[in-house]
């Protein structure tokens, strides 16, 4: 017998959830073969099987959050070794014991009074390691871990837990109104209400249904975000003419050589990788009253999925060209949305880009991904009219759009920055080939 653990996706990541089996009891799994779909605070994957064989018993019902190395299913690998679960009635037996004692009856009335007093003192420390977004649920919202009954493995605390305690503590006590007397008015006898419920054949208005695991923590996330940054966008309008007619030039020529579109954004992140050589302190990050300035430039591209968002990272991104940084752009959003992502492929980044002109969005304010202190938008490029020499001529533009963090990055910086990915962009000299 094989068993199947929640593994560690990370070394900050201490839960998972696991949101669907892709195997049911019963069923045969061949080794490395997809067996279950997990998410974390850093990625969504599929999670192979560690063995050949039958899947035999699941532990771990879907959309139920573990601690790594909990044992979520079983895996026989045909030797017969289920003959260890019959074990488990012999434990059965201590039933006998019940009858024994007679004095309960007089202890009976005094089990329910030590809930009322068991306030006073201080409750014990919860057992077993608290996940970081436990404990920031805890501080957040005042709670003491130590009065929240945990249903995870050994007793270990969830944010289901957490949430399930806080929706007890703010619900509505109904107190029993003191009775009063009133003298009985005279009035008319009592009419018939006019409400009329809403027949049962008649249509719903609404439709319930559950966040998915990967929305709550981007909404965790954002919230998180705009919480600890003060964010303040700048925007500037750049001419792409430039880059627009070298991609022109160059897209067939690209699509047959390497076998994918030559799009703009590797252009716009050249840009950037330039900016924040110039300006340092916007690839930096606040730790305490502490700045971290970070000698590897790291960008992270956002990646839209069916059903979510992920930012994977392209590692020094400035030791790359234009097409190093467009192999890697294809490659980390193919493998986004195909669930292949690696955990440390989307930790790490110092500074991020998201691309909504590739939705037709003109301009953007992106929040800030924790603990970067800023991001850049690009917008759509599109052909306008544009006064240059008194004259009007038609150039291909798009803004950018740079949400930063004002506790670190002053706002006159911040145009220092967007005006030198600009200047890049719109004196395009580099070659793509």
């Known amino acids: 017998m094989t068993d199947v653990v929640m593994p560690q996706m990370g070394e900050s990541i201490v839960e998972g959830t696991l949101t669907k089996w892709l195997k049911k009891p019963g069923d ?34 879907e959309g139920k959050t573990v601690g790594i190395n909990t044992v979520v299913a079983r895996i026989e690998d045909g030797a017969g070794n289920g003959a260890v679960a019959p074990a488990k009635p012999a434990v059965a037996a201590p039933p006998p ?27 014990a420390e919860p057992s077993g390691p608290l ?21 995870g493995a050994g007793g270990r605390i969830t944010k289901q837990d957490v949430e399930a305690y806080l929706a007890a503590s703010q619900a509505p006590v109904a ?12 009035v008319a006898p009592p009419q018939p209400s006019t409400y009329v419920p809403p027949a049962a054949s008649s249509p719903a208005k609404v439709r319930v249904e559950p966040m998915s695991t990967m929305r709550q923590k981007i909404a965790e ?3 998180m975000s705009k919480r ?25 020529d690209f699509q047959s050589r390497y076998g994918m579109s030559l799009t703009y954004l590797p252009f716009v992140v050249r840009a950037a990788v330039e900016a924040l050589r110039a300006y340092p302190i916007v690839n930096a990050s606040i ?20 059903n979510g968002l992920i930012v994977p990272v392209i590692r020094n991104a ?33 500074f991020s880009i998201t691309n909504f002109g590739s939705f037709g969005s003109l301009v953007g304010t992106p929040i800030i991904n924790q603990p970067q202190v800023a991001i850049m938008g690009v917008g759509a490029v599109t052909k306008e009219p544009v006064i240059i020499d008194d004259a009007i001529a038609i150039r291909s533009m798009c803004y950018l759009s740079l949400t930063f963090d004002h506790r670190l990055i002053d706002g006159a910086l911040a145009d220092q920055f967007t005006a030198k990915a600009k200047s890049v962009l719109e004196n395009w000299s580099e070659e793509v080939l």
């Open 28 to 61: 045969h799994v061949e080794r490395d073969e997809p067996l279950f779909e997990i998410s974390t605070d850093k990625v969504d994957t599929e999670i192979p099987s560690p063995a050949a064989g039958t899947l035999r018993e699941v532990l771990v019902e």
């Open 97 to 123: 014991a019940a009858p024994t004692p007679a004095a309960p009856p007089p202890q009976a009335p005094a089990a329910p009074s030590p809930p009322a007093v068991a306030a006073a003192p201080e409750p």
């Open 131 to 151: 996940s970081p977004l436990v404990r920031k649920m805890a501080r957040e919202n005042h709670i003491d871990l130590g009065r929240v009954k945990g249903t």
């Open 175 to 186: 107190a029993p109104a003191p009775p009063r007397t009133v003298p009985a008015p005279v």
């Open 221 to 223: 996330h954002m919230v």
């Open 228 to 252: 600890t940054s003060a964010h303040v966008t700048t925007i500037h309008r750049a001419d792409m003419t430039k880059v627009a007619k070298m991609r022109e030039r160059h897209k067939a």
């Open 287 to 306: 730790e305490g009253t502490n700045i971290l300035y970070h000698n590897e430039i790291n960008i992270g591209i956002a990646v839209a999925l069916e």
């Open 318 to 350: 400035d030791e790359r060209n234009v097409l190093g940084l467009q192999r890697a752009i294809v490659d980390l959003a193919s493998r986004a949305r195909s669930r292949q992502l690696k955990p440390d492929e989307v930790q790490g980044g110092t």
